[in-house]
């Protein structure tokens, strides 16, 4: 689409669905001082799947203003407004918006450098700072829905005074919103809080906000992906290592990480030294490296941790299992020679790919390089940078660069997976570090008898257990397949004529190791049947007169509705059983 820059020109836009959801959020703020005059304006950005705008406004926001809001942005819609761009300079500016009030945008103005050209944008009586681009009139938002309401602090910071978020979203046309729409109403049947809590599989509790309580179904599903992990790395010859969940300052000093990412550690005193709750397992994975003396026979040498790490989020940031402050992380390092670089590489591009085609996930990668904040050469970062890219590019596969984002100590492969209703999350990960081995004077004994240093590979798959069990719960919609569901086949006796054998049946089941649950009730088969259904068990087996004379049968019903019929018991439980064994 065409789009309106902040020089004034008029040019063809690649991204025009975030230039449509931009100029949504100038609408949106525009109807907002409309109604609610006085109402200051801090940031409106255009986001994945619509935009938002954070507003200072006596009292807040209810969700009844939903509904009047989106009834004056149609009318400024209507109105056809021609969106116009100026410039000023930095001190005129701060001059405007102090006429206006516009308190948060000066302090935005106030960042900026001395002679910067400041860019604003008008439609009408509403004026905005901003950098644009904008769609050219109004009518350009064709189709929009404000979602949510939320309190951010501004500029994220916690010091600060709480505002009001109004969420919505954009789509170029009625079709593709009504799609989105439907997409978010299943993602809230799905949510996995409320799955997690209907379920029985986790809790958040007052006592611990940002510190998950796992129940014992959870743990099932929980230890389901560890043993699978296990049984992975093990086969690819990783040794599995386990390292101390507090270590002393001066590691993080050496590491980096104090100056890096101090504020989201906890410490504590021991003996009076400054001891931190550790953040990440690499550098304890380093010293475990480190303990001993290593040759290039030895290399690549690869080390997986399931480690529990702990990190400071803001109480506003926290959500679910998605955004914690304890998390188990399934760790890996690989420590290599430069010429290991692209094997080792693929074989984790390969697990990767074989563990998110077990699970139905489809995912796209993305490359992230060098960010502001770093550490290490600019040779060490264009060595790392293109053993990542000659890695990709030998394997064929097909990546986006992802400017800035990579670790302080090295660029990284990220894979960000799709879900069963098309979301995205960035899971897995690969980085390559030049930086660590430097810091900590890690070697090995070369052929040549001298000393030379290793290459590190930092890499996840599941990324955080716990995040992809919520990722999970919400993908499967809580119908994990068999070898996941904590409890995969309920036994329902239809009268106390079936009892027996109905108790008979769950500790077949039991002794041939499936993961059952009894329900010898005196409550009528049909509403058995529900609550199975609604616990989402895989298969329910209805114990019956019939079945209990024959002593060798039992009748299997699926948790979608489905009659499977009458069938062998032995035969039934091979079945669970070779499920359960190929993962499906």
Known sequence: MKALYSDGSVQECEDGLKVLRHTASHVMAQAVQRLYPGTKLAIGPAIDDGFYYDFDKEGGFVPEDLEKIEAEMKKIIKENLKLETYTLSRQEAIDYLKSRGEIYKVQLVVDLPQDARISFYKQGEFVDLCAGPHALYTKAVKAFKLTTIAGAYWRGDEKNK?????????????????????????????????????????????????????????????????????????????HEISTPMILDQKLWLRSGHWDHYKENMYTTVIDDELYCIKPMNCPGCILVYRNENHSYKELPLRMGELGTVHRHERSGTLHGLFRVRCFTQDDAHIFMTPEQIPQEIAGVVRL?????????????????????????????????????????????????????????????????????????????????????????????????????????????????????????IEHYGGKFPTWLAPVQVRVLSVSEKSFDYAE?????????????????????????????????VPYMLVIGENEAQDGTIVTV??????????????????MVQKETADRI
């Open 352 to 472: 990767v790919d074989e563990v998110y085609s077990k699970f139905g996930f489809k995912y796209h990668i993305e490359l992230s390089t060098r960010p502001e904040n770093s550490m290490g050469s600019d040779e060490d970062w264009e060595m790392a940078t293109n053993g990542l890219k000659n890695a990709l590019d030998s394997l064929g596969r097909e990546y986006a660069i992802n400017e800035g984002d990579g670790a302080f100590y090295g660029p990284k492969i990220d894979f960000h997976l799709e879900d069963s209703l098309g979301r995205t999350w960035q899971c897995g990960t690969i980085q390559l570090d030049f930086q660590l081995p430097q810091r900590f004077d890690l070697n090995y004994i070369g052929a040549d008898g001298e000393k030379h240093r290793p290459i590190m590979i930092h890499r996840v798959i599941y990324g955080s257990i716990d995040r992809f069990m919520g990722i999970l």
């Open 162 to 238: 709480m505002l009001s978020r109004i969420y919505g979203t954009a789509w170029e046309s009625k079709e593709d919103l009504e799609k989105y729409l439907n997409m978010l109403e299943e993602a809230k049947k799905r949510d996995h809080r409320k799955l997690g809590k209907e379920l029985g599989l986790f809790a958040i509790m007052e006592e611990g906000q940002g510190f998950p309580f796992y129940l014992p179904k959870g743990m099932i599903l929980r230890n389901n992906l560890i043993e699978y992990w296990r049984e992975l790395h093990t086969r690819e010859n990783y």
């Open 504 to 536: 008979q049946v769950a500790n077949k089941l039991k002794a041939a190791g499936i993961r059952e649950k009894l329900d010898n009730r005196g409550e009528k088969i049909g509403y058995k049947i529900r609550e199975a259904q609604l616990q989402k």
């Open 557 to 574: 019903r699926s948790r979608d509705g489905k009659d499977i019929g009458t069938v062998k018991l032995d035969d039934f439980i091979a």
